[in-house]
């Protein structure tokens, strides 16, 4: 509750205060606000920045306190003496004149139920203080629910003040990217396994807008997201500027595509490539150029987790597959963060040596697959990391789901001249952690 309650007959009841002073002043407020609108011409620069100061903070406080309030308000019974049969129902009905996105006030009802349980002091208490957004409290109360099965022996109360002393501006985002990164400190397994899990729930859907536009909807796992982000980033960036029909470099023309054009005509690129090799009119010697970031112990024994210059995090399975096939350029660190290895793009596939692979294997040659050479990759058997060279000889065409697969469980493979025969015995990959273990 917000303060302390008298008891009527078991009942809450109002205690004498500034309450009602409070209540209409806020009233007197709403009714100052309705008149900024008309008002905002009167106003110079600097008080103009002054007001949108003020509005900005008075947009996240209010948040802030109307969960407060309406925890409080659910404590003391208010849904008894009403049709509401949840908080977000009590809510909804109280929204006057200004319209309300329902999402937000399912936020504000489920932080503020949480409120509610002793359990979650420290979350009230930041609401209080103003230290915190609403958005920023419903996410780390989820995400500690996950970490808590991780870390044992830390309270409840000590995870979720993890939570609340990250930078606000990092947003929801940099709480769950600390979430990744905890369980991959303690528990990469249950990353991987739950990263493998997202990898087959993802899902792309497409839908007409009104303007007749075509939106794309797509949910990726964190590994495959970061093959995206960073494939589109690289070739996003504006064009060079060019003289104008052959005139003067006085006269450049630069290039005007916001960043939102940029990016699907990037994809476009991107399709138009793989599509091209996919009908044998080009050959690809890797998927994308990605930077990553990690510890030695990560790439070479399969634990922890690496992260990429989009600020996600992905568990050293899905490092280690990249490192196959992606334009990779690892930073591998030990001790103190020292570079211990940077660069090696030498140990992709050349297109000598995938055409070679096409020829042999045919398309992808785990068991069973059917997939053309245009959607597969040239797999290290012995892994670069575990000294294999870049070869014919132990190179092996794989899809991209049977990739992961094949990282994912440390399968291996006996290439023959004409043919390649897996082994799948999970762990027998050379420098796999379930085969050094």
Same mark, same amino acid.
């Given at each position: 509750?917000?303060?302390?309650?008298?008891?009527?007959?078991?009942?809450?009841?109002?205690?004498?205060?500034?309450?009602?002073?409070?209540? +209409?002043?806020?009233?007197? =407020?709403?009714?100052?606000?309705?008149?900024?609108?008309?008002?905002?011409?009167?106003?110079?620069?600097?008080?103009? +920045?002054?007001?949108?100061?003020?509005?900005?903070?008075?947009?996240?406080?209010?948040?802030?306190?109307?969960?407060?309030?309406?925890?409080?308000?659910?404590?003391?019974?208010?849904?008894?003496?009403?049709?509401?049969?949840?908080?977000?129902?009590?809510?909804?009905?109280?929204?006057?004149?200004?319209?309300?996105?329902?999402?937000?006030?399912?936020?504000?009802?489920?932080?503020?139920?949480?409120?509610?349980?002793?359990?979650?002091?420290?979350?009230?208490?930041?609401?209080?203080?103003?230290?915190?957004?609403?958005?920023? =409290?419903?996410?780390?109360?989820?995400?500690?629910?996950?970490?808590?099965?991780?870390?044992?022996?830390?309270?409840?109360?000590?995870?979720?003040?993890?939570?609340?002393?990250?930078?606000?501006?990092?947003?929801?985002?940099?709480?769950?990217?600390?979430?990744?990164?905890?369980?991959?400190?303690?528990?990469?397994?249950?990353?991987?396994?739950?990263?493998?899990?997202?990898?087959?729930?993802?899902?792309?859907?497409?839908?007409?807008?009104?303007?007749?536009?075509?939106?794309?909807?797509?949910?990726?796992?964190?590994?495959? +997201?970061?093959?995206?982000?960073?494939?589109?980033? =690289?070739?996003?960036?504006?064009?060079?500027?060019?003289?104008?029909?052959?005139?003067?470099?006085?006269?450049?023309?630069?290039?005007?595509?916001?960043?939102?054009?940029?990016?699907?005509?990037?994809?476009?690129?991107?399709?138009?490539?793989?599509?091209?090799?996919?009908?044998?009119?080009?050959?690809?010697?890797?998927?994308?150029?990605?930077?990553?970031?990690?510890?030695?112990?990560?790439? =070479?024994?399969?634990?922890?987790?690496?992260?990429?210059?989009?600020?996600?995090?992905?568990?050293?399975?899905?490092?280690?597959?990249?490192?196959?096939?992606?334009?990779?350029?690892?930073?591998?660190?030990?001790?103190?963060?020292?570079?211990?290895?940077?660069?090696?793009?030498?140990?992709?596939?050349?297109? +000598?040596?995938?055409?070679?692979?096409?020829?042999?294997?045919?398309?992808?040659?785990?068991?069973?697959?059917?997939?053309?050479?245009?959607?597969?990759?040239?797999?290290?058997?012995?892994?670069?990391?575990?000294?294999?060279?870049?070869?014919?000889?132990?190179?092996?065409?794989?899809?991209?789901?049977?990739?992961?697969?094949?990282?994912?469980?440390?399968?291996?493979?006996?290439?023959?001249?004409?043919?390649?025969?897996?082994?799948?015995?999970?762990?027998?990959?050379?420098?796999?952690?379930?085969?050094?273990?």
């Amino acid at each position: 509750m917000i303060g302390d309650q008298s008891v009527l007959d078991g009942v809450p009841v109002a205690e004498p205060g500034r309450g009602p002073e409070v209540l +209409a002043g806020l009233q007197a =407020a709403e009714q100052v606000l309705d008149e900024v609108p008309g008002a905002v011409h009167q106003l110079g620069q600097g008080q103009e +920045a002054e007001l949108v100061t003020t509005l900005l903070r008075l947009l996240g406080r209010s948040a802030q306190v109307v969960t407060l309030v309406a925890s409080d308000a659910v404590t003391r019974g208010v849904l008894v003496g009403s049709d509401a049969a949840t908080t977000a129902q009590w809510l909804g009905g109280q929204v006057r004149d200004v319209p309300v996105e329902p999402r937000t006030v399912r936020v504000v009802a489920s932080v503020a139920d949480a409120c509610r349980d002793r359990k979650n002091t420290v979350i009230t208490a930041a609401l209080r203080e103003g230290s915190c957004s609403v958005e920023s =409290a419903r996410t780390a109360l989820t995400q500690a629910d996950k970490v808590a099965p991780v870390i044992p022996t830390a309270e409840r109360e000590e995870i979720l003040g993890w939570y609340l002393q990250l930078d606000p501006a990092l947003g929801c985002a940099g709480l769950t990217q600390l979430t990744r990164q905890i369980i991959a400190r303690f528990d990469p397994d249950k990353l991987s396994k739950g990263d493998e899990k997202l990898e087959r729930t993802e899902s792309l859907t497409w839908s007409t807008t009104p303007t007749g536009m075509t939106r794309l909807v797509a949910e990726l796992s964190p590994a495959n +997201a970061a093959i995206l982000k960073d494939a589109i980033n =690289a070739k996003s960036a504006p064009d060079p500027a060019k003289p104008a029909d052959g005139g003067p470099v006085a006269a450049e023309v630069r290039d005007e595509r916001s960043p939102g054009k940029r990016r699907p005509d990037a994809l476009l690129d991107l399709i138009g490539a793989g599509a091209r090799a996919a009908t044998g009119e080009g050959t690809q010697s890797s998927a994308a150029t990605v930077l990553l970031t990690m510890g030695l112990e990560a790439l =070479a024994q399969g634990v922890g987790a690496a992260s990429t210059t989009t600020g996600d995090t992905v568990d050293a399975g899905a490092a280690r597959r990249f490192a196959c096939t992606a334009d990779l350029i690892p930073a591998v660190l030990g001790g103190p963060s020292a570079p211990l290895d940077v660069g090696r793009r030498e140990r992709l596939a050349t297109k +000598a040596i995938r055409a070679a692979v096409i020829l042999r294997d045919g398309g992808c040659s785990f068991p069973g697959c059917d997939r053309p050479p245009g959607f597969c990759e040239v797999h290290h058997v012995r892994p670069w990391w575990a000294g294999g060279e870049t070869s014919l000889a132990n190179s092996a065409m794989l899809c991209g789901r049977h990739h992961q697969t094949v990282h994912r469980k440390g399968y291996t493979a006996d290439i023959q001249p004409d043919r390649v025969h897996w082994d799948l015995t999970p762990g027998l990959m050379p420098g796999h952690r379930t085969a050094a273990a």
